[in-house]
């Protein structure tokens, strides 16, 4: 295509100047004194004006060429950047992506000033090639293409960028409820520790028993028993016990009490038929509870006196 369109133009001025050539000999030959002639002159002006024509043509045809490649690559280059955007749009390279667009359009509108001096060009030197007409509209066609498609392109982006962002502002709205919740869930578990202590120390205390065996002098001594005397025996304290003198335990967890002794006096109330005092090796007692809640019913407190 190109070079059919150098060829034509060129062609033509090479066959204007042959013609002259061959005129110019013949007109030699008819006279020596030719040269001084008005003819001579004039046809010597006209070989100069066609000569500086056709350099004049052939440069503005080699100017043509070159900004049609300069478009061209400019094209290529634009596919190559359109798929790496497409490649950054999907990973989440919003912002790199918008800058390669900016860059795009930034190509687009210089080449299409190039193509408007290009058509600017060929109308003042009067070209009537119809194959470079043919190119240079394809190539407008192509730009104003690639110029909707990045528009379409910036648009979609924008989308994904909003998307993005909604999406952003959806992650912090969890992360914050779910900040609140974990917080709610720490007060509540140290709400609910204290609550549990609460009940704890609650149950301790409604299942607290106080134990106290010893010989009658120590119980004696502690205040916990009357001394007695000759005609009356000794018997718990009527001032009330003094807890630190005593061994606290919790009521569900005693089945049996050992008493390490042979001998011993059950000195607090119980029911009869709540306990019973077992013999152990060699002799030894231990009080085995068989009905906790109406063993310590009169009494949270269980005195032994042994010997």
């Not at 001084?36 to 006209?46: G, H, M, V």
């Not at 000759?230 to 304290?237: G, P, T």
Request: net charge negative.
């Amino acid at each position: 295509m190109n070079y059919a369109m150098k060829t034509s133009k060129f062609q033509t001025m090479k066959t204007r100047i042959s013609f002259v050539a061959m005129f110019f000999v013949a007109f030699l030959a008819t006279s020596c004194n030719v040269e001084r002639s008005e003819k001579y002159q004039a046809l010597l002006a006209e070989r100069d004006s066609l000569y500086t024509e056709a350099v004049a043509a052939k440069g503005g045809f080699d100017n043509a060429l070159n900004t049609i490649n300069e478009i061209e690559n400019a094209l290529e280059s634009i596919r190559a950047q359109e798929n790496i955007i497409m490649m950054e749009n999907q990973e989440g390279n919003t912002n790199k992506a918008v800058s390669e667009i900016n860059a795009i359009q930034q190509t687009l509108q210089e080449n299409r000033t190039k193509i408007a001096n290009l058509e600017k060009q060929l109308v003042e030197q009067g070209s009537k090639s119809k194959a470079l007409t043919q190119t240079v509209d394809r190539l407008k066609k192509q730009l104003e293409e690639k110029e909707t498609f990045i528009i379409s392109l910036r648009d979609e982006l924008q989308q994904s960028r909003e998307q993005i962002a909604t999406l952003n502002e959806q992650v912090s709205d969890l992360t914050e409820n779910i900040d609140n919740l974990n917080t709610s869930l720490d007060v509540m578990t140290v709400q609910n520790a204290a609550q549990q202590a609460t009940i704890e120390n609650q149950d301790a205390m409604l299942n607290a028993v106080w134990i106290c065996i010893a010989t009658q002098q120590v119980l004696v001594e502690k205040g916990v028993v009357s001394k007695g005397g000759l005609f009356q025996a000794s018997e718990i304290s009527k001032q009330g016990f003094d807890n630190s003198q005593f061994m606290q335990g919790n009521k569900r967890d005693l089945d049996v009490i050992p008493l390490h002794t042979k001998k011993a006096k059950i000195m607090t109330n119980h029911p009869e038929s709540s306990y019973q005092l077992n013999e152990g090796e060699e002799g030894m007692l231990s009080i085995q509870i068989l009905d906790k809640d109406a063993f310590w019913s009169i009494s949270n407190y269980l005195v032994v006196s042994i010997k």
